[in-house]
């Protein structure tokens, strides 16, 4: 995700919208957070990490690039950095309380499945996993902060990946898309229970233009899909 530059290294903002956890409680109250033992999935600089230690929460912020956690650790923070592969978790069963994820991850693997299976093993019993990504319906407008970005330019359903390569044709950046509907049942295949889906709206302050991101969008069409899961032990 490209940054606004009201981001900050140290706030958990959710999407480019710029509704943050403070407003959105997706994790519960703040001051519920002290102790809880959160992971956070595709930390990129981790800033939500760092927003969570603030608030006496234990976080620990894993990111499969060890350049952005070379980032996160120059911001610094007192908490653990880890460099795995969401999808192949090293942490023991039940070990967390809590997970979150700010565009970060699960928009880029093939097997979203995985992830979110993994993330259920290692969560308690009934525990949270919140996560945003772009907007599926976003996928069928051209990335263009302008009005050109406001005509549907290709299928909602067309699953093919967005690659780009360098000049040997090598992948260098892989983007999946999943609609709505496939992500609901990727949470539910994943032993997960969808308590809500949160589509921020674009608030007035936010006069921000960068990438496909803008006023004039925001306003019209959905940006953002927040997905807030629990741990589903019901058998
Ligand atoms: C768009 S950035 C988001 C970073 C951060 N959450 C934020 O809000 O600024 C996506 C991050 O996901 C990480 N990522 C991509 N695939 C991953 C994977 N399979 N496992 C763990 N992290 C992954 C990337 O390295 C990148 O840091």
Same mark, same amino acid.
């Given at each position: 995700?490209?940054?606004?530059?009201?981001?900050g290294?140290?706030?958990?903002?959710?999407?480019?919208?710029?509704?943050?956890?403070?407003?959105a409680?997706?994790?519960?109250p703040?001051?519920e957070?002290?102790?809880?033992?959160v992971?956070e999935?595709?930390?990129?600089a981790?800033?939500?990490?760092?927003?969570?230690a603030?608030?006496?929460?234990?976080?620990?912020a894993?990111?499969?690039?060890h350049?952005q956690?070379q980032?996160a650790?120059r911001?610094?923070?007192?908490f653990p950095?880890?460099c795995?592969d969401?999808?192949?978790l090293?942490?023991?069963?039940?070990?967390f309380?809590?997970?979150c994820?700010?565009y970060g991850a699960?928009?880029f693997?093939?097997?979203?499945?995985r992830?979110?299976t993994?993330?259920?093993?290692?969560?308690?019993? /009934?525990?949270?996993f919140?996560?945003s990504?772009?907007? %599926?319906?976003r996928?069928? *407008?051209?990335? @263009?902060?302008?009005?050109? #970005?406001l005509?549907?330019?290709?299928s909602?359903?067309?699953?093919?990946?967005?690659?780009?390569q360098d000049?040997?044709?090598?992948?260098?950046y892989?983007?999946h898309?999943?609609?709505?509907?496939?992500?609901?049942?990727?949470?539910?295949?994943?032993?997960?229970?969808?308590?809500?889906?949160v589509?921020?709206?674009w608030?007035?302050?936010n006069?921000a233009?960068?990438? /496909?991101?803008s006023?004039?969008?925001?306003?019209?069409? %959905?940006g953002?899909?927040? *997905?807030?899961? @629990?741990?589903d032990?019901? #058998?």
């Amino acid at each position: 995700m490209e940054h606004g530059t009201f981001l900050g290294d140290d706030r958990f903002v959710w999407g480019p919208e710029g509704l943050d956890e403070v407003e959105a409680e997706l994790l519960g109250p703040p001051e519920e957070l002290k102790d809880r033992r959160v992971l956070e999935i595709g930390a990129g600089a981790a800033q939500c990490s760092r927003w969570l230690a603030a608030q006496g929460a234990r976080p620990v912020a894993l990111d499969i690039s060890h350049r952005q956690l070379q980032h996160a650790l120059r911001i610094g923070g007192s908490f653990p950095l880890v460099c795995a592969d969401a999808g192949a978790l090293p942490f023991a069963d039940a070990s967390f309380d809590l997970a979150c994820s700010a565009y970060g991850a699960l928009p880029f693997v093939a097997d979203p499945v995985r992830v979110l299976t993994e993330l259920r093993r290692v969560l308690r019993p /009934g525990g949270r996993f919140v996560f945003s990504v772009t907007h %599926p319906i976003r996928w069928a *407008f051209p990335d @263009e902060p302008g009005p050109e #970005g406001l005509t549907v330019a290709a299928s909602y359903f067309d699953r093919t990946p967005y690659v780009e390569q360098d000049e040997q044709g090598r992948a260098v950046y892989v983007e999946h898309h999943r609609t709505i509907g496939d992500r609901v049942r990727d949470i539910a295949a994943s032993g997960f229970r969808l308590v809500d889906l949160v589509e921020p709206e674009w608030p007035a302050w936010n006069t921000a233009e960068w990438g /496909g991101w803008s006023p004039l969008r925001g306003n019209l069409i %959905p940006g953002t899909a927040i *997905f807030v899961c @629990e741990r589903d032990d019901r #058998g």
